[in-house]
T-cell receptor, first 111, second 113 residues
Framework: NAGVTQTPKFQVLKTGQSMTLQCAQDMNHEYMSWYRQDPGMGLRLIHY???????DQGEVPNGYNVSRSTTEDFPLRLLSAAPSQTSVYFC??????????FGPGTRLTVL | KNQVEQSPQSLIILEGKNCTLQCNYTVSPFSNLRWYKQDTGRGPVSLTI?????NTKSNGRYTATLDADTKQSSLHITASQLSDSASYIC????????????FGTGTQLKVEL
């Protein structure tokens, strides 16, 4: 099993550009989540999904969209990148209430 | 104010020594409390998961304790190794459905020769 994979590993954007961060898991987990990690702060939940076709907002959803058309994939879209979105983004998956498996992260810089 | 507070913020110890990291939380009710290890440039990896009714959980040289009355948890690392150098994050999973995890900011541990 590859576990949770994320692409790209690094990305630099200009303000106003859009992009999609990819996340895939091969463990048949129903729960998938996106977090951002900023210096001096704990991981913060952006969006999450409890199954294909179902998504919900987390703590910091503004400026991001998600969709969950399959169990395996959970892409995160930045609609119009802003410098405040410079961060490290982690995707995670789990079964209900159990251990979360995190991907390796995407380091995003918005100029 | 963060609802999951960890101390110390950072810690340096010599290889072979033991150390204890602290986590105080104010969020409730919760389903479980977790400790994660995050190596630099990597995603967090789960070390232990404790339910409300558990007092202790071990994973090799890592032992987590939970006191639900005082809302405190600790992670004890025995006979530290250089590979233990990482950030250790305390996480509380709230009850009520969804995916409501509250993360601490972590303790940065460095193990030196």
């Amino acid at each position: 099993n590859a576990g949770v994979t994320q692409t790209p590993k690094f990305q630099v954007l200009k303000t106003g550009q859009s992009m999609t961060l990819q996340c895939a898991q091969d463990m048949n987990h129903e729960y998938m989540s996106w977090y951002r990690q900023d210096p001096g702060m704990g991981l913060r939940l952006i969006h999450y999904s409890v199954g294909a076709g179902i998504t919900d907002q987390g703590e910091v959803p503004n400026g991001y969209n998600v969709s969950r058309s399959t169990t395996e994939d959970f892409p995160l879209r930045l609609l119009s990148a802003a410098p405040s979105q410079t961060s490290v983004y982690f995707c995670a998956s789990s079964t209900t209430g159990n251990e979360q498996f995190f991907g390796p992260g995407t380091r995003l810089t918005v100029l | 104010k963060n609802q999951v507070e960890q101390s110390p913020q950072s810690l340096i110890i010599l290889e072979g020594k033991n150390c204890t990291l602290q986590c105080n939380y104010t969020v409730s009710p919760f389903s479980n409390l977790r400790w994660y290890k995050q190596d630099t440039g990597r995603g967090p990896v789960s070390l232990t998961i404790m339910t409300f009714s558990e007092n202790t959980k071990s994973n090799g040289r890592y032992t987590a304790t939970l006191d639900a009355d005082t809302k405190q948890s600790s992670l004890h690392i025995t006979a530290s190794q250089l590979s233990d150098s990482a950030s250790y994050i305390c996480v509380v999973w709230l009850t009520g459905g969804g995916n409501k995890l509250t993360f601490g900011t972590g303790t940065q541990l460095k193990v030196e020769l």
